[in-house]
Each structure stands twice: as C-alpha cells, then as structure tokens.
C-alpha cells in the first residue's frame, strides 16, 4: 500500500507531514511513499532529497489522492481535498473534529477513515504520537525568540561602562507543554521569569526550570490536572476574579507577557484585559498563542501585530510551528510515523486498524462509514491522581514546647540508657580481661563514642568534607601498625602490613577529597 504526502494548500503553512527520513522508515514498515512535487520545498526538503530517499514523485494533488492509500497532511482538509476522498482511504491529520463537524461527516460519507492526530489520548505509551505537544513545544520555544525581536533591550541584565541594564520581566500564563518551553528559553536567555497555572501540581515544574511560580492568596482548592488528562479545567468564578486581581497588580512590572492558557472544546479564557494591557510600560510586548482560539488578551487580533496607544506590543500570530518549518515537519514527520507503526502491527504494509486499541481508537473520527467521535474515555488513566495531602495544623506556642520538652526528655533517656549499657559492658570486660588491655580498651571505646557523636549530629550535606577529615586522623592507628609491623610473628607481621595499607588510603584518600571540595569554591 502507498502513503501519500499532499502540498499543504493553507496560506502561509509551510510543514510538511512527510521527511525524506520519516519515508525510509515508513519504507521499513513495508509501504511505499508517495509525495506531491514541491511540497517539502517550505520546510527545506526537496524533491531531489524525496527521490533519494526512495519517494515516489507525482505533479499534482489529485494525482496523489488517486495513488496513495493512507494520506498523510498537516491541516485539516479544505473542501477540494475532501472531494478527493475515496471509500476505504485512511486520513491522517490534525482535524478539530469537535469544531469541524461538517467536515467530519462529508469525510464520513465519502467512507473514508480519519485519524486526528489532535485527538491521540495522554496516556504514556502515546507519547510518541503526541503532535500537539510536539507542536505546542515548538510554539513556546518560538514564541520568546518572536518577543526578543519585538523587544528594546536585553533578555538578561549586564553592568557595562556604558550603563547598566536591567534584566527583563517575563510572564507566562499556563504552564503546559508550550508553557514549559517558553519558560526553558526565558530562563536560559537570562530573563527574571514568572509563571502561572491554575494546576497547583505545576508548581514544582515551573520552580525547576529556573522560574517563579505566582500563587494565589485563595482558600478553593483547584482540580488536580489528572482529572482532565493533564489539561487545566474550568476555574470557579471566585478564581478568575483572584486571578485576574493577581495579574491587575503584576502588569506594571512585566516586560513581557506570553499567554499560553487554552481549555480543550472551548474558547480561550480571556486572562489579560485591557486595563492591565494598559498599565503595561511602554515597549512592552504580549505574544498570545491562544489567537487561533479567541486568545488570552482582550486586544489581541489574530495572525496580526498591533501596537496600542501606551507603546505595547500585541502579537497574535498563530502560525509559530509554521515559522519554524524545518524542525515542526521533522517532529510531526516522526508522530506520524509512529502512528502507522501502531497501525501496522505486522510490518507487512497492510493497516490494521483495532478500535479496541486505546490510542487508535482514541484518534478515530471517522470509521467505516460511521462517526466514532467522541471516542470513550482511555481504559488507563492518562496520569495518576495526585494523593491528597492531610492538612498540616499550626502548633500553639505551648504545643511547641511541650514538643520539644518531650524530645529532650526522651534524647536524655536514650544517652542515660546507652551510658549505663556501656558502663555495665566495660565493667564485664573489666573482671574477665588483664588490666594492660583494660587501658587501651577504655581509650578505644571512648574515642567510638566521642566520634559517634561527633559525626551523628552533623548534616548530611557536610558528610563529606568532615569524613575527609576525620577518617585522616582517625588512621592515627598506622601508628600501632608500625610499631607491630618489627614482630617476630609472621601473622602479626601481616596484620600490620594489611593495617599499613588500608589506614594509608584512608589518609591520603580523606586529604585528596578534602582537597578536591576546596577546590570547588576557587575561581582558578
């Protein structure tokens, strides 16, 4: 069977679902590659690069259509390309299908089968076939390099002869896939980020990557994010309006604003009003990626750039994964080759598509002439539910010292306790050995003791350099295997060359880590 690749005929799309790379693995699956002339020329491939890789070249798109058994796209499918549809043909594409009906029943009556690959579920062995993420990942990354263009100064602060500068402020509102890119790149460009989500969970992440997470002074406690496959769900009113408070008080500071928020099935949440874009400093830059869905800023217009009265820029482009053509195709080439390798369990060419699988019945639209979508919820869950944590009571000033007269009470009890057992011991010891070997028994077990309780009150991250120390002075005990090593015994002789050896590691291992940490805190 042939799988063919279309020229994306949206204007201004410029990916391409098909690499030469992606052709010689769909090749090893047992298909044969088909691709439209001209189509991977926007993304940097051309048709030279497709016939090397053993693709079939034909003129047009309706040839295509007519060749190719599994069509592989990008964009939904205009009218004219559902038109061409055949019964029994596999469309592979992103398709919206709750916001495309009509286009998902005429792909239906022609009885082709759709696979949208804006619908694979979140569960783990999905990953490879998420497109959104992989699209969404390059949305964040782009979306920063675009409010650096469009931005005055530097991202970070330098202090030179000529003046100094400071570093920018940015904010990015949602901390999803394209979320977590932006904040990777603000960071590494030296820019003082901030971020917030509705997702209490994402904290951790956002706080990871360099960033600060802004939180709420509000008692409701929100949805944990495995309750909507990872997505952020609908916030109560009493949020929002806290929400928005939050941002009303931050805008004066914020250099720039990247807003990132989308609930699935619906419009954009708008995040970021007017007034707050008017309380932004002048050379302030917005790049909304919620433009295609209504966008997060009350004056963002889509696929433009505008710039308001007070000196901000708003930039409402939805086409970033576009912009960078080159890698978006190389990404979604390989989402979608790991699609039809689920699909082609036998690597023998031939689909065979399960709707008992999770993952392709997850993405089914269309199937055999009948509307499958919605599809039923994944028989795994996408990610496990966060355990609720018991609240933590706040101790009264008497609660407090009661705790800690208790602790020292019951750290006294031990030490009288260990101190009794010892001192019963060495009394034992005392009525059975000589009193030569008393003396030293009694320096021995004093010096256990005394480090012992040396080392068990030390914090953990100073284990190591104290170590250093201590094990160099505690092989004192070279001392007493030299003074042995001269025995007339061959055992004792050979005790004390082993005691040589060790102790002489422990020395100059414990000075050579002790050096070794010092180091670390030289600039040369």
């Known amino acids: 069977m042939k799988i063919g690749t279309p020229k994306e005929i949206f204007a201004g799309e410029n990916r391409v679902a098909m690499t030469p790379a992606s052709a010689k693995d769909l090749q090893k699956l047992g298909y044969e590659c088909v691709i439209e002339t001209g189509a991977g020329v926007p993304a940097g491939f051309t048709d030279q690069a497709y016939l090397d890789a053993g ?44 916001q495309n009906t009509a286009l998902m029943d005429a792909a239906n009556a022609k009885g082709a089968t759709v696979i949208a690959m804006d619908m694979v579920p979140r569960i783990s062995r999905a990953q490879k076939m998420d497109a959104l993420s992989s699209m969404a990942n390059i949305a964040g990354y782009r979306a920063v390099i675009e409010a650096g263009n469009n931005f005055g100064r530097f991202f970070t602060g330098q202090i030179t002869a000529a003046g100094k500068v400071p570093p920018a402020k940015v904010l990015v509102v949602g901390a999803g896939v394209a979320g977590l890119a932006a904040i990777g790149t603000s960071t590494s460009l030296g820019a003082i980020t901030y971020a917030f989500d509705v997702r209490p969970e994402v904290a951790e992440q956002v706080e990871s990557m360099g960033a600060q997470f802004v ?41 720039i604003v990247i807003t990132t928020a989308l609930i699935p099935g619906r419009d954009a949440p708008e995040l970021w009003t007017e007034d707050m874009v008017k309380a932004m400093k002048p050379g302030s830059v917005i790049i909304d990626l919620a433009a295609e869905r209504g966008g997060n800023c009350k004056l963002t217009v889509k696929d433009e750039k505008i710039v308001t009265d007070n000196g901000v820029t708003i930039i409402g482009y939805t086409d970033f994964p576009s912009r960078m053509a080159a890698q978006a195709s190389t990404l979604y080439a390989t ?60 101790l009264t000033a008497e609660e407090k010292r009661a705790k800690e007269v208790a602790a020292f009470k019951e750290q006294t009890r031990n030490q009288v306790t260990l101190l009794a057992v010892g001192a019963v011991l060495l009394l034992g010891v005392g009525l059975v050995a000589p009193a030569s070997f008393m003396q030293h028994f009694i320096v021995f077990v004093l010096a256990v003791f005394v480090g012992f309780q040396v080392i068990w009150g030390v914090a953990h991250s100073l284990h190591t350099p104290l170590m250093s120390i201590t094990n160099a002075i505690s092989s004192i005990i070279i001392l007493g295997a030299l003074m042995q090593i001269g025995s007339g015994s061959y055992l004792v002789i050979l005790l004390a060359a082993l005691a040589v050896f060790m102790t002489g590691i422990n020395i100059f291992g414990g000075f050579l880590v002790t050096r070794r940490m010092l180091a670390m805190f030289q600039k040369s």
């Open 55 to 98: 693709v079939e070249i034909v003129k047009t798109g309706a040839a295509l259509y007519k060749a190719a058994d599994i069509i592989a796209k990008v964009r939904p499918p205009e009218d004219v390309e559902i038109k061409r549809l055949r019964e029994g043909q596999t469309l592979i594409s992103f398709f919206y299908p709750a």
């Open 215 to 255: 939180f709420l002074d509000f008692k409701e406690e929100q949805q944990d994010g495995s309750a909507t496959g990872g997505y952020a769900a609908v916030s109560s009113p009493e949020f929002a309006a806290a929400q928005l408070a939050k941002f009303r008080e931050i805008a004066p500071d914020m250099d």
């Open 335 to 394: 989402n979608i080759r790991h699609m039809v390798t689920d699909l082609t369990p036998g690597k023998d060419g031939t689909p065979v598509h399960n709707m008992d699988d999770d993952v392709i019945r997850g993405a089914t639209a269309t199937h055999k002439g009948e509307v499958t979508f919605p599809p039923p919820k994944p028989k795994i869950a996408a990610i496990a539910a966060a355990p609720k944590k018991a609240p933590v009571k706040e």
